[in-house]
């Protein structure tokens, strides 16, 4: 009985094992097929994903590549220095500018480059340039510069800010706009003066076009100090004569620079006391402009249209008006054949350097400029020659606030 009962438990026991072998075999199997289905579909699910992704990210890639065209898109700033009466060498650059369709994306301006760059926004066409090189033409010493009873060295001992009124320099400016203010010009334009406040820059950007031109071109002890809104200002050229940087902050890529004198300032040498002050001022003035040119990106280009050294006798000398025009298109006409400024392609051969002949033997009619690609030119009135002071600039508000 007991070895009957045995061999039942034996094979109980035994079947049991069996079937618990079964069920675990069959388990494992329905478990492996089913994780098998799993990561197919988690796979499947993956690759679905990262095509979703490769899918942004290409859209994404195009968008970044749009923010990066937007980030290096080329603006190109044209940059008017100061120069006195040399200005006029910047109306006959900017009638070669003009008549090959060179317009900028924004012009900065000081002193007589704050005449001729406002003047040139408001109207960057050839016509535009002849109506102001026709101002320019018709300057003469008395318009701006009147004799009164004092004259020579007794006009700087008057008890006034200034020995000239800027009357005549603010009827000539008016002649020569077109808008009344900078923010109509067609070209965005900002014009830099110097704050007797604190003797840092201040950029006109938007208001009556003439105060702010008047106070960048504002000669210290020539002309007198221009208030605008409660504060004094003074020649832009004194703080920033080349205004380089300026058009470097606002994100320039290329900078067309139109000079009145040459990039290199050799001061002649001094004779009297009040020459070795004139010159300490311009070697100042330069300075910044040297210290502008050798700290430029490396991805922002610039071009120099540069004046010659001497041609005109003081900083009330209209004479040589014609031939300085001249002497500006002969050099911006080289530049724009090498550079192809402009929208038209340029003739050759450039146009020659005129003969340096004394302004007496230069007649009145025919200007030494005027050849067979000479033609209509643009400008503004005159403005004094300024200084450079290193500041910390400070732009106008938004209008409003």
Known sequence: MTSAASTSFAVVFTVFVIAALVLIVVTVRF????????KTRWLSDQQADQQARDGDDGD???GDDEDREDEVEEMTALVFAGGS???AIQIGMLQVLAEHGFVPDRIFGSSVGAINGVGFAADPTREGVERLTQVWLRIRREDIYPQGRLHGPWLYLQQRDSVYSNSGLRAIIEEGFPHERLEDAVVPVEVVATSLTDGGERWFTYGPAVDAVLASAAMPAIFPPVEIDGERYIDGGVVDNVPIQRAVDAGATRIVVLLCSPPV?????SKRPVEGMVNALFIAIHARFVRDMAHLPEDVEVILCTGPEGTTRDFDDFSTT???IALGRAEASEVVRRYGLGTIAYPAPPVPVPDLRPAGDLPREDSPGDGPHSGPGQAAGPSPASGDVAAEPVTQPDPGT
Not at 265 to 269: C, D
């Open 85 to 87: 009466t040399r200005g």
């Open 322 to 324: 014609e031939h300085l």
């Open 31 to 38: 478990l492996v097929r089913q994780a098998s289905a799993s």
């Open 60 to 62: 994404d890639g195009d």
């Open 265 to 269: 300032f050799e001061p002649p040498v």
